[in-house]
Nanobody, 124 residues
Framework: VQLQASGGGSVQAGGSLRLSCAAS????????MAWFRQAPGKEREFAAA????????GYADSVKGRFTISRDNAKSTVYLQMNSLKPEDTAVYYC??????????????????WGQGTQVTVSS
């Protein structure tokens, strides 16, 4: 299984980015997908998650209302649309896949598969 994250970059505060995570090797779409992020000197933290069907989603309070997670099961891809970006959103963003149908951060922090990360830098 491989998770390939892309779409990171540098943007000014207030700007937008869309991250993508393409999954390969998963037998079907029965995987929850999530985005975590890790800022320099900080622990990795949960950002957003989406269940198998794409109906159930979950967000960290820090990104709620600004970030939107979605998935295209036909393309085995999950997206994270990030709007109104702030300097504190600067981090390496990782996508994760888990066989459980959950959006709970505690469970997804131990997800089955992880991508390599993509850097997001927001300048003030």
């Amino acid at each position: 299984v491989q998770l390939q994250a892309s779409g990171g970059g540098s943007v000014q505060a207030g700007g937008s980015l869309r991250l993508s995570c393409a999954a390969s090797g998963l037998p079907d779409s029965s995987y929850s997908m999530a985005w975590f992020r890790q800022a320099p000197g900080k622990e990795r933290e949960f950002a957003a998650a989406i269940g198998w069907s794409g109906i159930t989603t979950g967000y960290a309070d820090s990104v709620k209302g600004r970030f939107t997670i979605s998935r295209d099961n036909a393309k085995s891809t999950v997206y994270l649309q990030m709007n109104s970006l702030k300097p504190e959103d600067t981090a390496v963003y990782y996508c994760a896949a888990d066989r459980r149908n959950t959006v709970l951060p505690g469970l997804l922090s131990k997800a089955d598969y992880w991508g390599q990360g993509t850097q997001v830098t927001v300048s003030s």
